[in-house]
């Protein structure tokens, strides 16, 4: 009994440093490295086959300010230089994350680390379960409020239906015709969504609400993030990272032209990333003139 408990541990030893538990400062990087492919090699550089999916984005965009919500169109070109033939695409859908029956929603536990927010706690033999009134006002806000994409439509270049299946965060789309390697497919979406308060969902964007604002009623400050629908990655090393998005973590996205129209309301200030096309149309003579100073600086500007 003695020499098989003897054996039993060694074997169970052995099993650990393959799967890498044990420490080892002088440990070899050889071992666990990928091994080198055509797409990547031996340095960690692109291999002289490698290749990364391209995604163009055409979207027309706008701000219901009353409603607090946003509507938009978009038409995607995804070209697909991969050497593997695409039957289907996978799109990301972040905003559905706010949705009651959302795999976020479901999986976080009373008490638990759960999404970013206020704190709840759960009880223990001495203390009772503490549910805070900011935990209490995102709980309303979600009863309150539609959350999550009205994806309304869904079309090939020609206007024709796709096929397409939402689950969670995430939507499938089946082509017409499979997608051959160094080529490219055209689809619209239209789409719109509610805007979360930010304040209350504690979530990375969505208004935020100033209710002392001169203005009758107050006023809001809007910031949208992950709020288009957008094409998941495909990978040599993983193919498509279709994963759920629940509040925490981030994802890769595929590089690509961006030409968005964005519609706000006149008295609205639009910050974004991009080289903005209209100064002159959107802007006052001075804003325009103070907008072009930038590119005659070598210096940081600070005001």
């Known amino acids: 009994m003695a020499a ?31 091994t080198p492919n055509v797409y990547r090699n031996a340095a960690g550089e692109p291999g002289h086959l490698y290749w990364q999916q391209k995604v163009d984005y055409k979207i027309d965009v706008k701000l219901d300010e009353a409603a607090r919500r ?16 695409l039957k289907y695409l996978w799109i990301q859908l972040d905003q559905n994350k706010f949705k009651q029956d959302s795999m976020s929603a479901l999986t976080t536990t009373f008490g638990g680390i759960g999404n970013r927010g206020p704190a ?4 223990s033999s001495d203390t009772p379960a503490r549910l805070s009134l900011g935990a209490l006002r995102a709980q309303q806000f979600v009863e309150d409020t539609v959350l999550g994409y009205d994806i ?20 499938r789309i089946d082509l017409a015709s499979s997608l051959k390697p160094n080529s490219s497919t055209k689809l619209s979406i239209d789409f719109a ?31 949208l993030a992950q709020w ?17 998005f629940i ?14 129209n964005i519609t706000v309301p006149a008295d609205h200030i639009v910050s974004s990333t991009g080289a903005l096309q209209n100064p002159n149309e959107v802007l ?3 804003k325009s003139v103070y907008l072009k100073e930038p590119s005659k600086k070598t210096k940081t500007i600070t005001s």
């Open 152 to 171: 309304q439509k869904v079309v090939d270049g020609k206007g024709k239906a796709l096929k397409h299946t939402i689950v969670g965060t995430l939507m």
């Open 247 to 260: 509040g925490r973590g981030e994802f890769t996205l595929e590089f690509g032209n961006y030409d968005v």
């Open 284 to 286: 006052t003579r001075g």
């Open 4 to 34: 098989f408990a003897l054996i039993s541990v060694s074997s169970h030893a052995a099993i650990k440093q393959t799967k890498g538990d044990f420490e080892d400062k002088f440990r070899q990087l050889d071992e666990v490295l990928p």
């Open 228 to 244: 288009f629908p957008r094409l998941a990655a495909y990978t040599d090393y993983e193919a498509w990272t279709n994963k759920e």
């Open 70 to 85: 946003l509507s938009a169109s978009q038409d995607i070109t995804y070209t697909n230089n991969s050497p593997d033939t």
């Open 193 to 223: 969504f509610n805007i979360v308060e930010e304040d209350a969902v504690s979530a990375r964007a969505g208004y935020e609400h100033f209710a002392d604002d001169e203005r009758e009623g107050g006023n809001d400050i809007f910031l």
């Open 120 to 123: 709840t706690q759960g009880a």
